[in-house]
T-cell receptor
Framework: GAGVSQSPRYKVAKRGQDVALRCDPISGHVSLFWYQQALGQGPEFLTY????????KSGLPSDRFFAERPEGSVSTLKIQRTQQEDSAVYLCASSPPPGGNGYEQYFGPGTRLTVT | KQEVTQIPAALSVPEGENLVLNCSFTDSAIYNLQWFRQDPGKGLTSLLLIQSSQREQTSGRLNASLDKSSGRSTLYIAASQPGDSATYLCAVRTYYNNAGNMLTFGGGTRLMVKP
């Protein structure tokens, strides 16, 4: 079946612009995660949804970052007034309900954001 | 706060060698540990997942071990091939995380296998 998909794959934004990054999780997966991966580093947690509820947003670096998942499926990560330090790959992951390998996370290809 | 460290940061070996990648974590109260592979410009592919109650997992030429009490995991790659060249990431899910499911990643090991 289809995996996690993300769009756009690449985004170039001028400093100060707003951007919106989309994630389509695997059908039936209740949990959805956003991670930020700077060049040469491991991913870092941003935020987590269970269905439509945002249960943890402790990793969001500033109030310019906002995520939503209004119907418990597709999620959007929005960054307002982008800054150069926001340049990174933004990864989305989803996982099925608990049980078996229910906590295994499946990752999308990421969106590479470059702020100029 | 959980911290994950991977050593070495980069590794270059000739084809055919057996190799070991190391991962250490500071908080042993983990739920599970995953090893991922990441190719340049691509997302993460899960290689092996070890539950906290398990000692090792094997898939083909890959074997991952877990020593939870000492906070260590190793990924063993047998008979390395040029196609194994990638960045390998270790990640743990820790009980105390507010989200319950978020992963804490190491910085990765960049592996180059030369023909």
């Amino acid at each position: 079946g289809a995996g996690v998909s993300q769009s756009p794959r690449y985004k170039v934004a001028k400093r100060g612009q707003d951007v919106a990054l989309r994630c389509d999780p695997i059908s039936g997966h209740v949990s959805l995660f956003w991670y930020q991966q700077a060049l040469g580093q491991g991913p870092e947690f941003l935020t987590y949804f269970q269905n439509e509820a945002q249960l943890d947003k402790s990793g969001l670096p500033s109030d310019r970052f906002f995520a939503e998942r209004p119907e418990g499926s597709v999620s959007t990560l929005k960054i307002q007034r982008t800054q150069q330090e926001d340049s990174a790959v933004y990864l989305c992951a989803s996982s099925p309900p608990p049980g078996g390998n229910g906590y295994e996370q499946y990752f999308g290809p990421g969106t590479r954001l470059t702020v100029t | 706060k959980q911290e994950v460290t991977q050593i070495p940061a980069a590794l270059s070996v000739p084809e055919g060698e057996n190799l070991v990648l190391n991962c250490s974590f500071t908080d042993s109260a983990i739920y599970n540990l995953q090893w991922f592979r990441q190719d340049p410009g691509k997302g993460l592919t899960s290689l092996l997942l070890i539950q906290s109650s398990q000692r090792e997992q094997t898939s083909g030429r890959l074997n991952a071990s877990l020593d939870k009490s000492s906070g260590r995991s190793t990924l063993y790659i047998a008979a390395s091939q040029p196609g194994d060249s990638a960045t390998y990431l270790c990640a743990v899910r820790t009980y105390y995380n507010n989200a319950g499911n978020m992963l804490t990643f190491g910085g990765g090991t960049r592996l180059m296998v030369k023909p």
